[in-house]
């Protein structure tokens, strides 16, 4: 793993957690191509707050033949901006976890949820007190809420595609997927 800033103190902090690391200007493709950056199959463009760097960056990235480029934006507009010069996937960590941290917020039994694109999704649920005890089938929501039981997580143990005879225990976690809406209410639900 090649990190890469144009500070050296920041390269030097990080030269023990990576396995190399390089002080240069990474929007400079002749500096690029001296690292061998296309002999990488994915770079990461975690350039702060400085959008124009982050640009360039892609642009020069993609200007040397990097098959693929994922960057970090701050906006959705920065995003398509980054999108329309050749970036193969934009994360916006900042608004990823605020959609989170809101359905967590809203949905108190929900520990953890999984964006699986626009529409769906898959989420951790601590079950209510009113599902302990019951089986899986009592839940099972499919016809109704379009949402599926993938998972039972009980101890250390995850039971894939449990059988919908099994009870529910206080201590487990139940995960499903589904529409994002239905997951949302199956959540409410329980």
């Excluded at 990474?26 to 191509?33: I, P, Y």
């Excluded at 693929?68 to 193969?88: F, H, M, N, P, Y």
């Excluded at 529910?168 to 997951?183: A, E």
Aim: with cysteine; net charge negative.
């Amino acid at each position: 793993m090649l990190g890469i800033d144009r500070d050296k103190d920041v390269t030097q902090q990080m030269a023990d957690e990576l396995t190399q690391t390089v002080a240069l200007d990474s929007t400079d493709e002749d500096a690029l191509r001296a690292v061998d950056i296309t002999s990488f199959d994915t770079v990461i463009v975690g350039i702060g707050a400085d959008f124009e760097s982050s640009l360039l960056t892609t642009v020069a990235l993609k200007g040397v033949g990097v098959r693929r480029v994922v960057c970090k934006a701050i906006s959705e507009r920065q995003q398509t901006i980054l999108l329309k010069v050749g970036a193969d996937q934009v994360i916006l960590p900042e608004h990823e976890a605020g959609q989170r941290l809101a359905y967590m917020l809203t949905t108190p039994l929900m520990l953890d949820q999984l964006p699986l694109g626009p529409e769906h999704s898959i989420a951790e649920l601590r079950p209510a007190a009113g599902y302990v005890g019951r089986s899986l089938r009592a839940l099972d929501e499919r016809d109704r809420l379009r949402v599926a039981i993938v998972a039972l997580k009980r101890l250390d143990q995850v039971i894939i595609a449990p059988p919908l005879d099994t009870l529910v225990g206080q201590d487990d976690i139940i995960v499903v997927i589904g529409p994002t809406d239905d997951v949302t209410r199956f959540a409410d639900l329980s």
